[in-house]
């Protein structure tokens, strides 16, 4: 029985581990669309725990836009639904508000 708390102890602080490094590793950078490659389908939307995404719709049709860059983790959940290629993590230094 000992055994089983030891090896469920380890599995536990392996995983705080990771996703700790994860957050250090993305924290300044955030999502960006690619316009050409997004169909609107909504999964990036659906997937995205921190709201960040939207659905706008302008001449060139329906596709989706980063809203609240500032919350976005860069943990990649939306980017693993994305089955068009249509997100990418760029460095937060390279983005520029529309005021």
Not at 49 to 69: C, F, M, N, T, W
Request: glycine fraction near 4%; hydrophobic fraction near 35%; charge should be positive.
């Amino acid at each position: 029985m000992t055994t089983v708390y030891i090896s469920t102890g380890i599995a536990v602080l392996l995983w705080i581990s990771f996703n700790l490094h994860r957050r250090r590793k993305n924290r300044h950078k955030t999502i960006s669309i690619i316009e050409s490659h997004c169909t609107g389908c909504r999964r990036c939307i659906k997937r995205c725990s921190r709201k960040v995404l939207e659905i706008v719709a302008d001449e060139s049709g329906q596709h989706a836009a980063v809203k609240y860059p500032e919350n976005c983790t860069a943990c990649g959940d939306c980017m693993s639904k994305c089955k068009f290629n249509a997100l990418q993590l760029i460095e937060r230094k390279h983005l520029f508000y529309k005021q």
